[in-house]
């Protein structure tokens, strides 16, 4: 049995958590709640609106263009990062020579700020003299305005999003792929199987929950974009970068609407969530 | 461990002792004097403050220019916030004043002895009713004015044949057709009429299109009350007129590169800008480059004199001051006509007041300076912005416009005037 | 021939990677009228715009701020994720397993939620503008905890039963014994910790307007969007390449290290 002093020092080792939980998770989803009723910009009292707050929400063109941008963004970034993720996880996972030196390059990116990134994309993507458009010039194809071009920018930033980060999820795929059995492959090669048919009946099938950790990432990274957008392209043209943390950004800490950016907040994790389960029930119907 | 424990606690007190160092605010006998960070301002105030404390060395004057941070504005608020604001500022946009006087922030300064007496004398009684708070009081004293221009290139003007800058809409495409169809090289546009920055920043509309709605309107307002009233024929015609110029490519939609100067390259005819374009211009003219000041361009039908937005500073006394009435005294040596004068020549600019042109320690100036006179004159007929707490999102809501219809020309002029109308008023609303 | 195939993908892939970074560099040592051209090498060598950058910003204080917050919550962070992972792998108390579902859900409230409500606590506590901002949201790391829970688990219980008949206290077990013997957990740890505070530009944008307080990511930022690089690409690309270099350096030295704690996190989640 163990003295009644002992029972004491869990509880002191696990206070700097629970006094942290309180005040930083605890307090703020419970202020969330109560802020989204009312109105409030810090200085003055706070006032008691009621619904106010959603139904200006409801009205609101630039929270659901946002919205959409993102969704145009995880479109196009989500299957862009699968495919080249998994392709030279694939191609890293045999017994190579630099092996290290390629994993170092894919994961510089990864390391860094997003706020470099995002500085340097900015010069390649430059409609006169950037990059990119140099080389477009160089085939004699007219230039494209990258960041520029409404219907262009959004996915310009998908693709970059995509360089940033694919290192991480290359190594998450190399983990996955390094904890398929090598019997099913042996077993596969004594049944004849060629490369295609072991790739998808034993790889894709066994790297599932990788594939599913990936989309989920990606997708919480989508809907949390804010330093591209912001140092990039200040949410244009036409608002179609508008990324909703930018805008919530906007509207709290730029017009001080705080009762207004709290809701966007909490509909946002709404949105969020229930993305990913939609996710999650894809899956689970295809294990 | 027990160690490291203490380790810990005693750099969380540490920690804790970093964090509090408030700037004194508010104390008794004293006035802490915020400055703009404008070097020219700085100076101004050091030799107003020094010649004070040296009068009244028991009532000290302190000043510092505002602490630097991404904006001005942003880290006022944070001080209004944190509560540690200063007694005087004076680098206060007028739009921003009605936020703070509704949030009682702002000590009212009709309630000070002698100040009514003292504010019809120096300004019009009209800039007295605009800068009025719809609570009757009067919450900021008009500080500086920075009227906005219409520059031009008067070597470039003779050299497409006119001998006065345009002065209508479509007198200037009539230029600005000329010099498209002059100027070009394998079909590409080698000069313009002008320039203007096509980002959508909510502040960047007062060089574009307020003063133009401004000139063209009389000096109507953007917002009344709750409701937006811009929503009329004069921002129709300013954005049309806007729209074509991007449109035809007489304004270049892409930035022009950083590196000369684009109007006094030469490659521009027309700016629109302030008077410390002056300065500027002074110091990197190539030699033979001449250049006037004219109002901003009005719609074909305008009579009378243009109206122009004048990017109005005021000054504001915080409620945290504990000595409001010295701020007074010192407010009313900061703003003593001798002292303007000086203000007027360490820094180029115009102190807002009705006899600018007409008093006679201020002609020296103008004498020195006889390129300033064009906004002398139109500093009669300057226009702040108006009294409202949420300003900055209606210009926010019609710079989102403004790039749909003028730069990207998505929607006719008049969609985009009453969809912004819309979006104002919702925001108007809360 | 598959493996030659491969190699030259890897490649064209590296290239792809590293290209952009060389580019960066090599444009930020250029003089400005020549980025325009510039493929792989500048054709002189200029500090100019390194210089601008020192002149026009604090982007030495910014660096030591940096530094500072990164390595305070970094330290803090070893500490109570070790305590609680501890707590959760070697001790019995009510609600343990409770605990640590709720870490769990902790873990993936997504931080739009808690966004406002923090800055708010921020105002009322009066740490806006003051390092305790930047440091004590950040304090506790649902993934530490995870990690050390992890890698306490491994230790054989049977010497830490051994120290407590002993009479050993057990923060003293915890920094004696546990940490000498969990060196992969804390420097997964301390490296995936120190990493995010790095790079972390949201918060102190919202939470830091005093220029003496900028992180770096945060100052290079706004120098960047702002107006005071007066549109010269050279000399923005200066600030972001001097921001990468600290991480960059970081990695070159610890490399393995790096890989592999960003490898267990995706594990983790």
């Not at chain 2, 009514?116 to 919450?139: K, P």
Request: aromatic share 16%; proline share 6%.
């Amino acid at each position: 049995m163990k003295k009644k002093s002992k029972n004491l020092i869990p509880y002191l080792m696990i206070t700097p958590y629970l006094l942290h939980f309180l005040l930083f998770v605890s307090f703020p989803v419970l202020f969330s709640i109560f802020l989204i009723f009312h109105r409030w910009n810090i200085i003055s009292p706070m006032e008691f609106i009621g619904m106010g707050n959603f139904s200006r929400l409801a009205q609101d063109s630039y929270f659901w263009q946002s919205i959409l941008n993102t969704l145009l963004f995880l479109v196009i970034h989500i299957p862009l990062q699968l495919i080249v993720a998994l392709a030279f996880a694939l191609l890293l996972n045999q017994p190579l020579k630099y092996i290290g030196v390629f994993r170092a390059s894919y994961f510089l990116p990864v390391i860094v700020s997003g706020v470099v990134v995002t500085i340097l994309w900015q010069q390649l993507f430059g409609y006169e003299n950037g990059m990119l458009n140099r080389i477009l010039m160089l085939f004699r194809v007219p230039r494209i305005g990258w960041l520029t071009n409404p219907n262009v920018a959004m996915p310009s930033i998908a693709v970059m999003a995509t360089w940033k980060n694919v290192g991480f999820y290359i190594i998450l795929f190399l983990t996955g792929l390094q904890t398929v059995p090598k019997t099913y492959y042996e077993a596969a090669d004594m049944e004849g199987a060629g490369y295609w048919a072991k790739f998808f009946y034993i790889t894709l099938p066994a790297i599932n929950p990788t594939i599913f950790m990936v989309v989920v990432l990606s997708t919480i990274g989508g809907f949390s974009l804010f330093i591209e957008p912001y140092v990039m392209t200040g949410g244009g043209p036409l608002n179609r970068t508008l990324s909703t943390v930018l805008y919530i950004y906007k509207q709290g800490f730029f017009f001080y609407h705080m009762g207004y950016a709290a809701t966007m907040g909490v509909t946002l994790t709404a949105i969020i969530l229930t993305v990913v389960m939609i996710q999650k029930k894809f899956v689970e119907k295809n294990s | 461990m027990k160690k490291v424990f203490l380790g810990i606690c005693m750099s969380l007190v540490l920690l804790l002792n970093l964090s509090c160092t408030k700037h004194g605010a508010g104390e008794y006998g004293k006035v802490l004097y915020w400055s703009s960070s404008n070097t020219d301002e700085i100076t101004y105030a050091r030799y107003v403050v020094e010649k004070w404390n040296k009068e009244f060395p028991n009532e000290p004057v302190t000043f510092q220019p505002v602490p630097e941070g991404q904006s001005s504005e942003e880290v006022i608020l944070a001080a209004v916030v944190g509560g540690t604001t200063p007694d005087l500022y004076s680098n206060m946009w007028q739009g921003d004043v009605e936020y703070y006087a509704r949030a009682g922030k702002l000590v009212a300064l009709d309630t000070l002895p002698g100040f009514n007496e003292f504010i019809y004398n120096r300004c019009d009684s009209a800039v007295v009713e605009e800068v009025r708070s719809t609570d009757g009081h009067i919450y900021q004293i008009p500080w500086k004015i920075n009227p906005i221009m219409m520059i031009y290139n008067k070597g470039m003007l003779a050299e497409l044949g006119y001998s006065k800058p345009p002065r209508t809409y479509s007198e200037f495409l009539h230029v600005a057709q000329v010099i498209k169809e002059k100027y070009k090289v394998n079909g590409y546009p080698t000069k313009w009429a002008g320039y203007a920055e096509v980002q959508v920043t909510w502040w960047q509309r007062w060089f574009d299109y307020y003063p133009l709605y401004l000139a063209a309107s009389g000096g109507k307002k953007l917002v009344n009350g709750n409701k937006a009233v811009f929503d009329n024929k004069y921002s129709v015609d300013a954005f049309s007129f806007l729209q074509t110029l991007y449109a035809n490519n007489y304004f270049p939609t892409d930035r022009l590169s950083s590196g000369r100067d684009p109007f006094l390259g030469g490659t521009i005819l027309t700016r629109f800008t302030g008077p410390w374009e002056i300065a500027h211009a002074e110091k990197f003219k190539p030699d033979g480059f001449t250049y006037g000041f004219a109002p901003m361009p009005v719609p074909d039908d305008f009579t009378g004199e243009p109206c122009t937005y004048g990017d109005t500073k005021n000054i504001v006394i915080f409620k945290t001051c504990k000595s409001p009435q010295l701020a007074w005294r010192f407010l009313k040596e900061f703003l003593e006509e001798k002292n303007e004068e000086k203000f007027l020549t360490i820094t180029n600019q115009f102190p807002r007041r009705k006899d600018l042109v007409t008093n006679k320690l201020f002609s020296d100036y103008f004498s020195r300076n006889p390129l300033m006179l064009p906004f002398a004159v139109q500093a009669r007929h300057v226009i702040g912005p108006d009294i409202c707490p949420v300003l900055k999102e209606v210009f926010d809501v019609i710079s989102q416009e403004y790039e749909a219809c003028v730069v990207y020309s998505k929607k006719k002029p008049a969609a985009a005037v009453t969809d912004a109308a819309k979006a104002a008023n919702l925001v108007l609303m809360q | 021939m598959k493996k030659v195939l491969s190699y030259a993908l890897l490649a064209v892939g590296g290239i792809f990677f590293i290209y952009p970074f060389i580019w960066m560099v090599s444009a930020s040592l250029s003089p400005e009228k020549d980025i325009a051209n510039l493929i792989l090498f500048p054709s002189q060598f200029v500090f100019s715009n390194y210089a601008q950058v020192y002149e026009k910003i604090p982007i030495v204080s910014a660096f030591y701020n940096s530094l500072f917050v990164a390595l305070s919550v970094t330290g803090l962070v070893l500490v109570f994720s070790s305590m609680t992972g501890y707590a959760l792998s070697h001790m019995y108390f009510k609600g343990r397993d409770a605990l640590f579902y709720l870490i769990v859900f902790t873990m993936s409230l997504p931080f739009q939620l808690t966004l406002i409500p923090q800055y708010i606590l921020m105002v009322k506590f009066g740490w806006v503008d003051t390092y305790l901002a930047l440091i004590v949201p950040y304090v506790i790391s649902g993934l530490g905890i995870i990690i050390f829970r992890q890698y306490f688990k491994t230790i054989p219980k049977d010497l830490i039963d051994a120290a407590r008949i002993d009479g050993c206290g057990e923060f003293k077990i915890l920094f004696r014994i546990l940490w000498p013997n969990a060196k992969p957990a804390i420097i997964t740890v301390a490296i995936l910790t120190f990493m995010s505070s790095w790079n972390e530009v949201l918060w102190p944008i919202i939470v830091i307007r005093n220029e003496k307080l900028m992180t770096l990511p945060q100052l290079i930022t706004l120098f960047a969007v702002g107006g005071r690089a007066e549109s010269q690409l050279g000399v923005k690309l200066a600030a972001a390449v001097l921001l990468a270099l600290p991480v960059v350096i970081a990695y070159s030295i610890f490399q393995k290290y790096f890989i592999d704690s960003m490898a267990s996190s995706g594990l983790k989640e």
